[in-house]
Structures are given as C-alpha cells and as structure tokens.
C-alpha cells in the first residue's frame, strides 16, 4: 500500500457520533435539514472551505468543492432507513472492536472515512463530495445533480459500505419497484358472490404470472413482496396491490421486463389493471470499475472486489460511462437492520485508501490520460 495518511481513529469514530445522534429518516426534511448541516459542518471542519447546502423537495443535498478543474467525485448520501426514535432505543456504542448505531454502516461511516481521507491531503484540488438526502427512496431529486457533477469529474467514488469481506462493489444490478393495481367489483360474498369481480382472484393470477418473468439464471429477479386486498370477510373484494421488488443485470433485461409489466392483461372478464413503476436504477456493469479496482488493487494489494444485488447512486453514474467504483465505505454489516455495526481497525486503512486514490486519480486527470 502507499504511504499511509495521517488518520485519527479516535477523530473518526467522535464525527461518526455526531452524524449518527442526529437521525435522519428519508423523507423528513426537519431532520435531513439538521442532517445536512452536520454533514456540512464535519466537512469543512476538516478540509475548510465551504460546504453548500442544495435545497431539494427531498431535504438538503450537501456539496463540497476543493476548487481546481474537478477530476473526482466522493458520493455518497445521509438519509438513513431508520424512524426517529430509532437513536433512544439503539444508541451509538463502541465496544469489542465495533461501532453501532442506526446508520453507522450505510452509511455514515464512509462518509466519515472519505472526509478523513481527504483531510490528509495537503492540495484538496480537484476534488469534490456530494451528500445526497434522499439515495434510500430512488434519488429522485438528486439523480440529476449527482449525474451533472458525475460527468463534470469524470470519475467516481462510492462511499457505500463494503461487500462481505471489506470486498469493494465492481457491479450492481439494476433495481426497481412496480405497483400493480387490480379493480374488481365488490358484491356479498354469501348473497351474490358471482356478481362480483374478485379483485384478490385476479391479483392471484397477476402474482403467478409477474413471478415466471424472472430468470436468475441471467441475474435477473421478479419478487412479489407486498400484497393487500379485500375490506371484511363477507364482501368480495374490489380492490388489490401487489407490490414487485425487480433486480436486473442488463438493459436489454430491464427493457424485457418493463416491457413485460406494460403488457400485463387480466385474467378475469371486467377486472381492470394499472401498472406504475420501473426500473429506476439501470444496471452497474463491472466493466464501469475496471480501471479504478485495478488502481485500488495497486494501493491495496490482495482487496477484491465484487458484483452484487442492491443498487446504489453509483448505478447512475456508470449508466453515464462514467468510471465508477463502489464499496469504498466502511467495512462492517447489517445495512438497514439492528445490528448495524462498522469495524473501527479498517476505519484508518479505508481512509488511506481514499487518498491514494483521490491522489492517482488527480495525476491522471491533470495528464490527460483518466
């Protein structure tokens, strides 16, 4: 590995506190506000200059420029999955070589790690860091932002937690949710069960068929999760949803599918369906990461790297050509559940890491050859 940053672990775990005990739900935007304001205030306490905070109808979106023509973008973003009061019941530890807390994993302590990393960098040109408010309900009031900045740099660091292993993320799935509605016609179901059109039935054949487009042999999954019909037990129902989780590893899957939920019919005479949703997250190919895993590998020698599931902003990004590697966070576990835990002995290597990179990654930009 290259010459170690000059890192405080201690320094680390005491920003992680402060964005951990001020919780951060998507969609509340007094607490992302509060939210973004930390983030900001971390940030400049550690690299100066001024974090900008970017109004969006998601809450705050933070960014953050060390001047220069920019060669690379830190992402990543601060809303977490957890309701407020989460904190009361969960508060931030360290014990036994762990950090915990809601959000530590996904992903405060990437952020924490990044900041770090760049603060051990005497010229910060180059470089800039958006914090988006809103990466865990689609991104839908970032993607643009973090698309223009993603293109403007020309490479990308994902600060996401790690795969298992501390492997860095070369590939995601695309990923996307479609609702599909069933309306029927209520009726009693003891007195006049045929004059009804049983939304429920019809959801069932819907269910059937959504689940037979998916083929996991390629990558590609079709789970229906949520459902939900019917009022009382003596009415036949005249209404259904059926909620579709839906992860693809290629465009030409993602048009399949898309394709294939437009093209839904019902099974039953006079039910009607609608369809809503997509896609929303186009596929991550490793081949986006394949210059800067081999970068990471030349500073971090023996790290891999892997392809996975869940999505990320980086999707967009790598969507856009835009070299992109992902997993650069902390390395640790359980993202979006209680025992949510960062390992503090890999907080200092990880930030390192971001400074050999952000260091190659500069010299090949001012050169012309990245």
Known sequence: MHKSADVNTDAMIEDLRTLVEIESPSRDRDALTASAKAVAA??????????????????????????????????????????????????????????TG?????????????????????????????????????????????????????????FEGAADGGALKTGRKGCGTF??????????????????????????????????????EIGTTVTP????????????????TVIVDVRVESADEKERIESAFAALAPHLDEAEITVQGAVGRPPMPESASTELIALA?????????????????????????????DGLGAVGGGAHADHEYVVIDAMAERANLVTGLVNALRAAGSTGTA
């Open 297 to 325: 590998r030349q500073l971090l020698p023996g790290i891999e790297g892997k392809a996975v599931g869940g999505g990320s902003d980086g999707n967009f990004t790598a969507a856009l050509g835009v070299p992109t590697l």
């Open 102 to 158: 809601p959000g530590v994993f996904d992903m405060l302590g990437g952020l924490v790690q990044a900041i770090h990393g760049l603060a051990a960098l005497d010229d910060r040109s180059g470089v800039e860091i958006l914090v988006t408010a809103d990466e865990e309900v689609g991104s839908r009031s970032s993607r643009a932002l973090i698309e223009e900045r993603a293109l403007a740099c020309g490479a990308v660091l994902v």
């Open 225 to 240: 999760t949520v459902a939900s019909a019917g009022t009382l037990d003596n009415v036949v129902p005249a209404e259904a």
């Open 179 to 216: 609702q599909v509605s069933v309306t029927g016609r209520a009726s009693h179901a003891g007195l006049e069960p045929a004059a009804g059109v049983n939304a429920l039935v019809e959801a069932a054949h819907q269910v059937l068929a959504i689940a037979a487009l998916g083929r996991p």
């Open 42 to 99: 971390v940030i400049e306490n550690r690299l100066g200059g001024q974090a900008v905070l970017v109004e969006s109808e998601a809450g705050p979106h933070v960014h953050w420029s060390g001047g220069g023509d920019p060669h690379v973008l830190i992402l990543g973003h601060h809303d977490t999955v957890f309701p407020l009061g989460t904190l009361a019941r969960r508060p931030f530890k360290v014990e036994g070589g762990q950090a």
